[in-house]
């Protein structure tokens, strides 16, 4: 075991969120867990999921809840220009279910893939938790994360909590429909003075996929 966890921090670069570190330190040193990463066909877009697994009898299976165990999914899709606008081909959110502290590493598998295979990675676009709240604006604010500054769509059907006489917002680059974004969370917490500066308006994007490499070195990656 030992071995193993000086194998995968190789694959770490210093400034690496503590918490992240600490879940690796723990998943790795639980026999035979791991994260999968499989497509998902329930959307009309391309989507993929994120999963904590167990290996048993050399097969991989879904993990279920059990207090301090890795359990977790986390659902990310493509964005669409009739319901969220095209988010500069950020992938979006859309499902996230963690026991107690174990919610950050699925969005570091999510936001490193997303880096990887689109342009980034950005919150659901209504709805966000506390707790994912909490995850977004550390990225906002990490060194090895990059965020994009996301614009707002303007669809009224999107925008059905406006007020009447004030049925759009002002866009931040009219010119440029590539990073219209469907912005609901954002303007219900910033309203229409700051909803561009809430961790949810953005799109972020890592430039290594380091945790992705650290648990394929250590055969705890299961890709489809």
Not at 115 to 124: E, P, V
Not at 126 to 152: C, E, P, T
């Amino acid at each position: 075991m030992k071995l193993i966890l000086e194998n995968w921090r190789e694959y770490l670069k210093e400034g690496i969120d503590p918490r992240i570190q600490k879940q690796l330190d723990r998943l790795l040193a639980s026999p035979d867990i791991g994260i999968s990463i499989a497509p998902v066909k329930e959307y009309d877009a391309d989507a993929r999921m994120f999963m904590y697994v167990t290996r048993e009898g050399g097969k991989w299976r879904e993990l279920t809840t059990s207090r301090g165990t890795p359990f977790g999914v986390a659902e990310i899709m493509e964005p669409n220009d009739r319901d969220t606008g095209p988010c500069d081909d950020a992938w979006i959110v859309v499902v996230t279910q963690a026991e107690k502290g174990w919610g950050p590493l699925l969005y570091e598998v999510a936001l490193e893939w997303a880096s990887q295979h689109a342009n980034g990675l950005t919150a659901d676009r209504a709805m966000v938790s506390d707790s994912a709240w909490a995850v977004w604006a550390k990225y906002m604010n990490r060194g090895d994360v990059k965020a994009d500054q996301l614009d707002i769509f303007h669809d009224p059907a999107a925008y059905a909590y406006r007020d009447p006489d004030d049925p759009t917002f002002p866009q931040l680059t009219p010119d440029d429909e590539s990073d219209d974004c469907e912005q609901v969370k954002s303007v219900e917490v910033g309203g229409e003075k700051y909803w561009m500066d809430q961790p949810t308006a953005k799109a972020y994007k890592k430039g290594s996929s380091e945790v992705m490499d650290a648990l394929r070195a250590a055969g705890r990656l299961v890709e489809e």
